[in-house]
């Protein structure tokens, strides 16, 4: 991988579907490595299209998408809104998916998937079923299971939205100390205002129909992101702009 | 929290099945009465202590005719598990051979099997027509309810497993089938009651006598006869062994599904 080079390019990316509604339009967007990079925007702005086409599950109808990633089956990490595990595999079972889709036996892998499990705060629920858990524990197994692969990326879609708040905040606290453990860069999508602050360094504000960027805001990565942080006036004057800005973009008055 | 007391456990359970088992008492009671009471012949009417006392009396002949219409039934239900589930499988890899083998399998399960039964009995010994005909009902739902699980895996584990670019095989292996289970096991109950049905058409069909006799045949024969408690304690038999296999496959699939019926659980 070439540091200077984003990992993903989208140039005027579109994408139109075959009823003829317009997903997303003129998209431009670049991840550099070891960003954590968040697409905030109402229903229906096509967040969650851009994380499908990045991870190649649709093409695009327009423009160009370059990936810098290596190829093969590790490449990119998905976590979807729902934890979405299998309902009749263990815990360690769902962890291990990607590496044993891969051909990687049991033995093996499973230092790797005991790691990961440790790592979420999950190490002695290996052998539990996906059904005895809370759904903050499956969503930790979600993310277990991607980062197994060890991808260079990792897209996250609204993964914290059907959990409660305080589950939230714990888990937007521990995928923060996991991703500066493991470097692995961040696609994370959300429509919470909040959430796109505390955890991003720069966010994509977006509007809808067609799916569109509105406006991108960086912010200070210096600032520690902690139970401070979310009571601090920068997070105030952030969620201010960040709000604003999604407001404004509804309302066609940026572009 | 105290613990449940045996006399509360005992008052539940007396909620939830005191009452049909009373009404079922009550009403073998009633017909017991009207039988004794207004002197009905038995060749009417015979009253349940009748039933029971031929049912024990007659057991060298409904026995191994009950034993002759489960083999057939299992023998039958078998052959649909594999046929059934292993088409729903090919029709879920190939889409024209679903186009080009779903037609047959309509055609033969909405022609009755009573109609088909005198045609497969020219072709066929009768206890080879009796298993096919046991077979062709209980075939389909399977067939259907295996394609529709098959078909019906997530969405987003499906993406996933496109994502970790997961061969035709492994997504068939770790993903399609596990999500069929649910499917087919709801299927196999259906198709349990089927085939003993079918193979009790069939066997009325054939009319075959002499040892490989099926408890279909014994029915009509005591009908003939007018042995009408005879008749009473064959249907019996066949009523407690189709109760007997829906609970048994009801309790296979709890079973087997048990630890990761995850919306039901989290309902609870």
């Excluded at chain 1, 003829?20 to 431009?28: K, Q, S, Y």
């Excluded at chain 1, 067609?210 to 990565?221: H, N, Q, S, T």
């Excluded at chain 2, 202590?49 to 009396?57: K, Y």
């Excluded at chain 2, 299927?187 to 009319?207: F, K, M, P, S, T």
Aim: aromatic share 8%; with cysteine.
């Amino acid at each position: 991988m070439n540091p200077t080079m984003p990992l993903i390019s989208l140039r005027r990316l579109g994408k139109t579907y075959a009823n003829g509604t317009t997903a997303l339009d003129n998209i431009d967007l670049d991840v550099e490595a070891g960003a954590l990079l968040t697409l905030l925007g109402p229903s229906g702005c096509g967040k969650s299209t851009i994380l499908r086409l990045i991870a190649g599950l649709e093409p695009p109808s327009r423009g160009t998408l370059l990936r810098d990633l290596p190829a093969g089956r590790r490449a990119i990490g998905f976590v979807f809104q729902d934890a979405t595990l299998m309902p009749w595999a263990n815990v360690f079972d769902n962890v291990f998916l990607g590496l044993r889709l891969q051909g990687v036996s049991r033995p093996a892998a499973t230092p790797v998937v005991e790691e990961m499990l440790a790592l979420v705060g999950l190490a002695h629920e290996a052998g539990r079923f996906p059904r005895e858990l809370s759904g903050g524990m499956r969503m930790r197994v979600s993310i277990a299971r991607a980062l197994a692969m060890r991808p260079p990326i990792l897209l996250m879609d609204e993964p914290f939205a059907a959990l409660d708040e305080i589950t939230r905040f714990k888990l937007n606290d521990d995928l923060l100390a996991l991703q500066s453990e493991l470097k692995t860069t961040i696609v994370f999508v959300t429509h919470s205002v909040y959430e796109s602050v505390y955890l991003s360094r720069r966010i994509a504000v977006m509007a809808a129909r067609p799916g569109r960027i509105v406006k991108w805001i960086d912010l200070d990565a210096s600032l520690p992101r902690d139970k401070e942080f979310r009571v601090s006036q920068a997070y105030t004057q952030y969620c201010a702009e960040v709000s604003n800005a999604l407001q404004e973009g509804q309302n066609g008055n940026l572009i | 929290m105290k613990p449940l007391q045996p006399s509360s456990e005992l008052a539940r359970w007396m909620t939830n099945y005191g009452p049909p088992v009373l009404v079922f008492l009550g009403a073998l009671a009633a017909w017991e009465a009207y039988v004794r009471l207004n002197h009905v012949p038995p060749f009417i009417l015979p009253a349940p202590s009748l039933v029971l006392q031929t049912l024990v009396d007659d057991r060298n002949v409904l026995l191994p005719a009950l034993a002759v219409t489960l083999e057939t039934t299992f023998a039958a239900l078998l052959a649909a598990i594999v046929g059934g589930a292993g088409l729903a499988i090919l029709f879920s890899q190939w889409r024209w051979v679903e186009r080009s083998f779903l037609p047959f399998a309509i055609v033969l399960q909405v022609t009755p099997v009573i109609a088909i039964a005198p045609l497969l009995l020219i072709y066929l010994e009768a206890p080879q027509a009796v298993l096919v005909c046991a077979f062709l009902v209980a075939f389909f739902p399977i067939l259907s309810n295996t394609a529709l699980g098959l078909a019906s895996a997530d969405r987003n584990l499906t993406d996933l497993f496109k994502l970790y670019r997961a061969t035709r095989w492994q997504t068939l292996i770790h993903l399609r089938l596990p999500s069929a289970l649910p499917y087919f096991l709801g299927g196999l109950r259906i198709a349990g009651g089927l085939a003993l049905i079918g193979a009790i058409v069939a066997e009325l069909a054939a009319g075959n006598a002499g040892k490989g006799a099926g408890l279909a045949f014994r029915i009509a024969e005591a009908g003939y006869r007018l042995n009408i408690p005879r008749m009473f304690a064959g249907l019996t038999l066949i009523s407690l062994a189709g109760i007997a296999i829906f609970a048994a496959l009801a309790a296979l699939s709890k079973a087997i599904l048990g630890h990761w019926r995850m919306n039901e659980a989290s309902r609870r």
